[in-house]
């Protein structure tokens, strides 16, 4: 499985950003997409994350002004950034639990980083 993510870029404070990401390889189906985030020094941090059946589930920080979605038929998920600010510069990279089959354990995967910058 692999996970390209794409959409990352330098924005002014304020700006807007819509990352994306596709998931491709043997996949039967996908339990859950999300975006997770590491700046410099710090632990990587989970920015938002979204279910199959469409619930979602964001870091506070975020919260009102990132928007993720996905589309189960094409294995994407979106994450439209509102608002950045320049405590949001970091790399950002997708992630998701899928499955080979109806009754197949979900095994995790992580796409390339894309770095989100924002800066005046």
């Known amino acids: 499985v692999q996970l390209q993510a794409s959409g990352g870029g330098l924005v002014q404070p304020g700006g807007s950003l819509r990352l994306s990401c596709a998931a491709s390889?043997?996949?039967?189906?996908?339990?859950?997409m999300g975006w997770y985030r590491q700046a410099p020094g710090k632990q990587r941090e989970l920015v938002a994350a979204?279910?199959?059946?469409?619930?979602?589930n964001y870091a506070d920080s975020v919260k009102g002004r990132f928007t993720i979605s996905r589309d189960n038929a094409k294995k994407t998920a979106a994450l439209q950034m509102n608002n950045l600010k320049p405590e949001d510069t970091a790399v950002y990279y997708c992630?998701?639990?899928?499955?080979?089959?109806?009754?197949?354990?979900?095994?995790?995967?992580w796409g390339q980083g894309t770095q989100v910058t924002v800066s005046s």
């Open positions: 979204i279910t199959s059946g469409g619930t979602t």
């Open positions: 992630n998701a639990f899928t499955r080979t089959g109806w009754n197949s354990r979900a095994y995790e995967y």
């Open positions: 390889g043997r996949i039967y189906s996908i339990d859950v």
